[in-house]
């Protein structure tokens, strides 16, 4: 946890999120992932009556000891749910349990327009490419926990067939719930690559949608390579964890920091760390030597991360 995100949870104060900004991030991201044949794809693109900008306020959180991305973003699904009558969720986060053990979850059962019974299953997630890294293998968590090759495989082969086994049959039934005749991966979230080349790297031939969103990553003592350049003042905003989601979205009126003020706060954190990049000219006026500010524009993001030796090590 971040100290940003740390120090919220020690105040106890609310954590207020636009969800609606959030959901309108989710209309427009892309999958992590291409289709397979064994894997359809669920994208916002089919909910083609849902407005591409939805209100915001939609929902409020309150503080909590452990916050989680994740819940947040099954929650900006529901929400997408809510505007889209002809598809109506029938359960969400649904524990399948037997006598003897906990099989596992469903995140989403919902009823599409054709009446069909569909399991849908969701996940966000942020991946880094390490440098050099040429396989799905060398996608790995900000932390260094998780790799994309181990969500895509634990997605495909255990949580999506998850609904078409015995245990689940038998467990609907005793819940009178419908049985899931479709299943659909909702994978969504940014991938990142080391700064020098973040916008033109790619990895071919590992299944990566090749639209994804895309940032890029620093270690600590690279931070000087986004210093600010000649005429272009540069600032930086770091996300709280509950605004990973829709980054700028969240920041209606920017106040950045400046380049010195994040290296400090960044080096001081051993947790990786979410950064908005703004940038901004002063434009002289022909007639004179007047200067005016020009407002902030958001230009990307990526992730600092602390120095490992060798670097991220997985």
Known sequence: MSQQDQKNHQTGNPINVDIGLDLNWLLQSKPLMSATPDVTLFTTQIASKVPNTLPANLKTYPAQPAYRLGKHFEDCVEHLFDFWS??????????????MRTVGE???????????IVHLELAIKFYLLIKGGTKL??????????RLDLKWDRLRHHQLPLSSTTAV??????????????????????????????????????????DHQRGWWLEHHELAQIKPIE????????????????GPRHYSDPQPINH????????????????????RSHAQHASSTHHTIKPW??????????????????
């Open 86 to 99: 002809e598809n109506n969720i029938i359960e969400r986060n649904l524990i399948i349990q037997t006598p």
């Open 260 to 279: 010195e003020t994040l290296v400090k706060l960044t080096t001081a954190d051993l947790w990786p760390n979410m950064v908005l990049v703004y940038e």
């Open 106 to 116: 469903l995140d989403l059962i919902y009823q599409n327009s054709a009446q069909q």
């Open 137 to 146: 293998t060398d996608f790995i968590g900000p932390a260094g926990h998780d």
């Open 169 to 210: 049959f038998e467990f609907l039934h005793q819940q009178h719930l419908p049985q899931p005749t479709h299943r659909q991966l909702l994978l969504t979230g940014m991938l990142f690559y080391a700064y020098e080349k973040w916008q033109i790297t790619t990895v071919d031939g590992v299944g990566v949608h090749p």
């Open 231 to 246: 005429d272009l003042e540069r600032g930086f905003i770091i996300l709280p964890k509950w605004h990973w989601i829709g």
């Open 297 to 314: 524009v958001f230009q990307h993001r990526g992730l600092v991360l602390a120095t490992k030796k060798p670097p991220l090590v997985t």
